[in-house]
């Protein structure tokens, strides 16, 4: 059986744990590395991750047109949020008959925000016979995919609350500055205003997934953005909080069904929490015929569940029907602890 051959676009701080964590599977073989930061271009791939050569040499991306990917089966992607960044990279990888996975939040439902990038998309995965998967752990775990899974025992819903409470420490400044910690109040409303400060990315394409899965029409997706103002000082590697000053954004969304609100999603992310006696979790409290709580404590750690969730569905989007997918229509997602060859294998019913 010949390796699962992947190529990683991508080596920040998500994709250079994805890439250390496929190294260490058997079976799975990264045979390309793509990023755009010069610093890490033309290093060599297992020196980079800290471990011994493995003389895979890290390559600026190729351009749209430029046809001169590795010979893979697979891409991960791990360069940016935004389904309008992500779909030249996309286009690229189809092109060469590589299936995606993209940790892009948006990509999660692109049909959410971006209907005519995701039809194209979709469009040339069938074209070229691949499949294409938007994932990572929020969107994509935490305030979907795990609350889709918990109304399958479920007779009837009629309404969805879920809560993610996380700690944003271990994150860099984009993350600190998106979502506008260590800022005075001011400012954050100022961000707020121009866009800088967005909070969570990925509450529309969660709230889209969860409704088009379990059947309901939205109407409308209301969303609120609040500065988490710290009593105290908070200092992490990236960031420093003055007591007065803005800790994190407590952001929610909901969607509306026939104007009656369905899907409450509620997301406050600050750095160090616990200094105010604030405990992480995860909380899904599903209303209907049986009622169903679930609580996660402390939360589904962010950054590591992330690459997991991006490397274990490998096998499920190798064998996949072609097209643009999600994570509703691919089997439950599973930790790899085998040869990922054989386990591909059993998917593929071979
Ligand atoms: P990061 O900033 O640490 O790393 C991004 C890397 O991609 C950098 O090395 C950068 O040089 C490279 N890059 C950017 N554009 C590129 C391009 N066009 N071609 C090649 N390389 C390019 O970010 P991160 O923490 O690794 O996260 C990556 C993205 O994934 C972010 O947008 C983040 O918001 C998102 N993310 C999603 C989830 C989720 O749950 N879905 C979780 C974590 C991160």
Redesign the pocket.
């Known amino acids: 059986m010949s390796d699962i051959r992947v190529i990683q ?7 250079s744990g994805m890439a250390r964590l496929m190294e260490s599977k058997t079976g799975l073989k990264i045979v390309g590395a ?4 010069p610093q ?1 271009v033309g290093q060599d791939l297992g020196d980079f991750l800290g471990g011994a050569e493995n003389g895979v040499r890290i390559q600026q ?1 190729p351009n749209v047109g430029e046809m001169s990917l590795e010979q893979a089966d697979l891409v991960v992607l ?4 935004f389904t309008k ?1 992500v779909a030249p ?1 996309i286009e690229i990888a189809l092109k060469h008959s590589l299936n995606v996975i993209s ?3 948006e990509m ?1 439902y692109p049909w959410a925000q971006e209907p005519e990038l995701a039809k194209h998309i979709d469009g040339l995965a069938k074209e070229y016979g691949v499949s294409v998967l938007g ?6 775990f935490v305030l979907d995919t795990l609350i889709l899974a918990m109304t399958g025992p479920c007779l009837e819903v009629d309404h969805i609350k879920a809560t993610r409470i996380n700690d944003l420490s271990p ?2 400044p ?2 600190m500055q998106t979502q506008g910690v260590g800022v005075s109040v001011e400012a954050f409303e100022a961000g707020l205003q121009s866009g800088e400060i967005v909070g969570h ?2 509450f529309k394409e969660s709230i889209h997934l969860l409704a088009k899965t379990l059947g309901w029409k939205l109407d409308r997706i209301e969303e609120t953005r609040f500065p988490i103002i710290s009593k105290v000082y908070r200092e992490t590697a990236h960031v420093k909080v003055e007591p007065g000053h803005v800790a994190g954004c407590k952001h929610s969304a909901i969607g509306y069904v026939d104007g009656v609100p369905k899907i409450e999603l509620i997301h406050p992310q600050q750095v160090l929490p616990q200094l105010e006696g604030i405990e992480t979790g995860d909380y899904i409290d599903i209303s209907g015929q049986p009622d169903i709580h679930l609580a996660i404590k402390p939360e589904i750690p ?2 590591l569940g ?1 690459m997991a969730m991006a490397v274990n569905m490998i096998p499920q989007v190798l064998a996949a029907r072609p097209g643009l997918l999600s994570m509703a229509e691919l089997p439950v997602p599973a930790a790899l602890m085998g040869d990922v060859r054989a386990l591909l294998a059993w998917r593929k019913g071979e």
């Open positions: 676009w991508g080596l920040g701080a998500m994709g793509y990023d755009q930061d890490k991306p791990a360069t940016s949020s960044d990279q940790i892009a939040e999660a994932t990572g752990i929020n969107p994509g994150f860099g984009t993350v990315v990925g962010g950054g992330t």
